[in-house]
């Protein structure tokens, strides 16, 4: 699609009249027709507010010339996925799970590397074609390239560290002691849980990334422990094969 087509369809998916669209881009309603009909485009600082305001990538409106490859873990991106800035607005050289409100979340290859091959096993890599291909693709990558640049000199890492002491801390019976922690997107993880009186309810944010595990529990086969944390909260559930019958065990503000 072209650019004009994408801000057209854009537009009547959120049922706008060309005078909305251009209150929400702050133009006139004849520059917004002038873009719909191919003859002008959105300058860089308009496009920066149609992207925030719509959640689109600036890819996607310029009608998406490029393919975006994350440059930490080269995983192929679309608008779902696209790693966010503190303000909120997206960068398209990340995904979520590398880049999350503007902090990188991995500063080890090899820790990237062994979250990473158990995925590219279930899309058919084996085992060591999945890790081969890890470790020759990542130095190639932007971020592995200017890393001593784009470092925050150990910062999230000794963040991480002090969670994970926090949560073995609260020595919840049958769950092992954790000894890592990866970047987990809300939506992926966000279980339903049922509330006294029988209300559900979730607590997470579906666009959020945090920080998290899953661990066997050690007393009852079949049963997970589900940890999750950022800088507010810690979050200890349990749940049976693919989250079925979640329960909410601990929940404790930071």
């Not at 209300?199 to 589900?226: H, P, W």
Request: glycine share 6%.
């Amino acid at each position: 699609m072209e650019t004009k087509d994408v801000l057209k369809s854009l537009r009547e998916k959120h049922n706008l009249t060309q005078d909305q669209m251009a209150e929400r881009a702050m133009v006139t309603r004849q520059a917004v027709s002038r873009w719909e009909n191919g003859e002008t485009q959105p300058n860089t600082d308009t496009l920066l507010i149609l992207s925030k305001e719509f959640n689109v990538s600036i890819n996607t409106l310029l009608g998406s010339p490029r393919q975006l490859i994350c440059q930490c873990c080269g995983m192929p991106l679309d608008d779902s996925i696209i790693g966010r800035n503190k303000d909120g607005t997206m960068n398209e050289d990340y995904c979520q799970w590398c880049y999350a409100d503007g902090t990188y979340t991995y500063s080890d290859m090899d820790d990237l590397i062994r979250v990473c091959v158990p995925h590219m096993v279930k899309e058919g890599f084996s085992e060591e074609q999945a890790r081969s291909y890890m470790k020759e693709k990542l130095p190639t990558l932007d971020y592995w390239k200017r890393y001593e640049e784009l470092s925050d000199d150990g910062q999230f890492d000794d963040f991480k560290k002090k969670l994970i002491e926090e949560i073995n801390d609260l020595n919840i019976e049958g769950m092992p002691r954790v000894d890592r922690l990866n970047a987990l997107v809300g939506r992926y993880v966000n279980l339903e849980y049922r509330l006294p009186g029988g209300m559900k309810a979730r607590f997470l944010d579906d666009r959020t990334t945090y920080l998290g595990n899953q661990l066997e529990s050690e007393i009852v086969e079949g049963l997970c422990f589900g940890v999750l944390a950022n800088m507010d909260f810690i979050l200890i559930s349990t749940y049976e094969k693919n989250g079925e019958n979640p329960e909410l065990i601990l929940y404790k503000k930071r």
